[in-house]
């Protein structure tokens, strides 16, 4: 589910850290702040909602999803040559590490299980016990609803 007060609650931290307007953000301007600013909250908001589809995404920021799909794919190479964007990821990201957790611990049992156990390796019956147990209730669920 994609939620537009969330992604307004990002874009609105990434303008604050960028001391722009959010309208500057979503203007067609295309100076480095801006586009920054954006590219940044479209990729915190996939950390948050990973399930975001970018035509969506687009129509928070007023652009194609080509646009969204450059930022996204642009990201790691922002964050290892252009310390501006790095930091405002950073420092924006902070803010919103609770949202991003929540979601993460909502769609995902197995892999919080296997955090659980992963620093011990005498554990290891425990976590395959839980895990069979775990994929008979998934499995259960989605029979229930296929029929």
Request: hydrophobic content about 35%; aromatic content about 10%; charged content about 30%.
């Amino acid at each position: 589910m994609i939620d537009k007060t969330i992604f307004d609650n990002v874009l609105r931290a990434c303008c604050d850290y960028s001391k722009i307007k959010v309208e500057e953000a979503l203007s067609k301007r295309r100076d480095r702040a801006f586009t920054n600013t954006r590219a940044v909250a479209i990729n915190i908001y996939k950390l948050i909602n990973p399930s975001a589809r970018v035509m969506v995404l687009g129509a928070f920021i007023n652009r194609d999803h080509s646009t969204v799909v450059y930022y996204m794919k642009n990201h790691e190479s922002l964050m290892e040559g252009d310390m501006e964007y790095r930091d405002l990821f950073l420092n924006t990201k902070i803010l919103f590490e609770g949202k991003i957790s929540s979601y993460n611990d909502k769609i995902s049992p197995f892999e919080n299980l296997l955090k659980k156990y992963k620093n011990k390796s005498d554990s290891l019956s425990k976590l395959e016990i839980e895990y069979e147990s775990l994929l008979q209730k998934y499995n259960k669920v989605k029979e229930y609803i296929n029929n």
